[in-house]
């Protein structure tokens, strides 16, 4: 009995240790930003995404 329960423990520990927090959080361009809170934004507005746009925070668009 006290095998089992040994056995038990250890193998709660090592589920934990598969587990990376930061996995998802990636930044492909180096930015800071992870690509997660960036994809497919349109930071000014006018309907292109910023990965497409030449200027993407440009203040006088129009």
């Known amino acids: 009995?006290?095998?089992?329960?040994?056995?038990l423990a250890v193998a709660t520990l090592a589920v934990g240790c598969g587990h990376d927090r930061h996995r998802h959080n990636r930044d492909r361009d180096?930015?800071?930003i992870p690509d997660r809170y960036e994809r497919n934004r349109d930071s000014d507005g006018d309907g292109v995404p910023d990965r497409y746009d030449r200027r993407p925070v440009d203040p006088r668009r129009y």
């Open 1 to 7: 009995m006290k095998h089992f329960i040994l056995l």
């Open 30 to 32: 180096h930015n800071g």
